[in-house]
């Protein structure tokens, strides 16, 4: 049977790197729609829904005929609010699914195809969590601490490459895509857990937007 996959779009008011990062206009639309419209497109989403507590960024999203079911509790949409909790709090609102699926705005790149390509990567392995990553542009073996000026390696390694390609090959999340059995979710209260799979992403679908150079170098890549 195919199973119902609910998806949610967390996108609080306050943000602190690019004000009003959510409904900021990213090449003729505000940031939040373009997940929106991706998961729109998707063949295996039963539902998507958004998670605010903020009445500008509601309105707007509907805009983009997304699903508003709820208004997030303000004592949800704090800096300090672990990530986790809204989804929670989503599922319990929206009860009658098999999964739940993270999208957040703040991955503009996303596209429909990463979004079914890492549902189908988790049903085909039969995961309980699905996460996306991609590959860092700066490899962990380059990485070094300070400490009182010194470098100490981040990774300790007996005999450093000088070559990228000579690197074991790593993987980051990348923020795109979080999707897990709702059943299992409510347990770990975490997506990320020792039998987590991981969907390898393009680095071009991979960007995240934080501070507002992330946000002209999408706008870039889009135009």
Known sequence: MKPKILAVIPARGGSKGVPRKNIRELNGKPLIAWTIEEAKKSKYIT???????????????????????????????????????????????????????????????????????????????????????????????????????????????????TRRQDLPIVYALNGAIYVGQIKFLKEEKSFITKETKAYVMKKENSFDIDTMFDFEICDFLIR
Not at 54 to 60: F, P, R
């Open 47 to 161: 539902r998507t829904i958004l998670s605010s507590e903020d009445d500008e960024i509601i309105e707007v999203a509907k805009e983009y005929e997304c699903d508003v079911p709820f208004v997030r509790p303000i004592e949800l949409a704090q800096d300090n609010t672990p990530g986790i909790d809204p989804i929670l709090h989503a599922i319990e609102q929206c009860p009658g699914y098999d999964y739940v699926m993270l999208l957040q705005p703040t991955s503009p790149l996303r596209t429909v195809e990463d979004i079914d390509g890492c549902i189908e990567f988790m049903l085909h392995q039969q995961a309980k969590f699905c996460v996306s990553v991609t590959e860092p542009d700066k490899s962990p073996y380059w990485m070094y601490n300070l400490i009182d000026g010194k470098m100490q390696p981040i990774i300790n390694n007996e005999q450093t490459a």
